[in-house]
């Protein structure tokens, strides 16, 4: 189950970050043109942009309990959007222009700017350890506390020497 969700999650995590990243090209352009710097608010509030679309990605590759589906599928589909982008640019002019981070998004799609973080995003699906999930339960509580405490510390019966049971004494 945890592998569907993942697929689907994974077929929605990529336009985020293609238009989360389309989004802040254009304001990014348009800082560095007018000689602002990112301690302006516009600036902020684009780094902060960014941020979270950085930190929603390494999230769902560092996971270990996540499935490797989500950043495998978000991966696959920003390769083939970048593919379809060099391929057919006339399908591109389709995305609606209200989407917000529309032209920032095909000009970098065109560019080639994902593939990198495409690759990043497939690698988890390789790495076979991320495919099986350990069942809890595994052990049991008698094997867990098993060699935790010392067989004297256990024992009410001991000689009175030791601090615990002076204080046990005195009380």
Known sequence: ???????????????????GVG?????LAALNGAGGTFADTAGAVTVAGLGGVALVVAVTLVGPR????????????L??????????????????????????AVQL??????LPLAVLMVAPMLVPSRWVREEP??????????????EDYEDDGDDGDSPRSRRRHAA
């Not at 994974?10 to 293609?18: D, E, I, Q, T, Y």
């Not at 799609?109 to 994902?114: A, I, N, Y």
């Open 137 to 150: 339960g595994g052990v049991s509580p008698d094997e867990y506390f098993d060699g935790l405490y010392d």
């Open 109 to 114: 799609l065109g560019l080639g700017v994902f």
């Open 79 to 104: 390769m083939a959007a970048s593919a379809v982008a060099v391929l057919r640019p006339g399908l591109a002019d389709r995305v609606p222009a209200w989407v917000p981070g529309q032209e920032g």
């Open 66 to 77: 996540l499935t490797p589906m989500l950043p495998g599928i978000a991966g696959l589909t």
């Open 23 to 27: 989004w802040a090209q254009p304001r």
């Open 1 to 19: 189950m945890r592998h569907v969700v993942g697929f689907f999650v994974g077929l929605l995590l990529a336009p985020v970050v293609v238009l």
